[in-house]
């Protein structure tokens, strides 16, 4: 179950990096939200489409997760980091 929602978290910060592409103005909670659903969608797309290529194995499944998390790799920017400090920060209160 831990590992389920390591899962789960991983998936939904990938989908989160692809918030910051979509909208500038909005706040954490949306982009939690929107997240999940963006990476659970990118997360289901890729597993289909590796299965259908590769068959249905874990070498598909973490094809599908790489995709998935693959957005966090737009907090490399400096830019996108500083707007995720400031809505933590907004949000925390």
């Known amino acids: 179950m831990l590992l389920s929602l390591l899962l789960i978290f991983a998936i939904s910060f990938g989908g989160l990096g692809i918030t910051y592409?979509?909208?500038?103005?909005e706040p954490l909670l949306w982009r939690?939200?929107?997240g999940c659903v963006i990476g659970t969608a990118i997360f289901g797309s890729a597993g289909f489409a590796a299965a259908?290529?590769?068959?249905?194995s874990p070498l598909s499944a973490m094809m599908a997760l790489?995709?998935?998390?693959s957005p966090l790799l737009l907090f490399y920017d400096a830019g996108r980091r500083k707007r995720f400090?400031?809505?933590?920060?907004?949000?925390s209160g």
């Open 66 to 69: 790489a995709a998935a998390i």
């Open 85 to 91: 400090a400031h809505d933590w920060a907004s949000a």
């Open 32 to 34: 939690l939200a929107a």
């Open 52 to 56: 259908m290529l590769l068959g249905l």
């Open 21 to 25: 592409l979509l909208s500038d103005d």
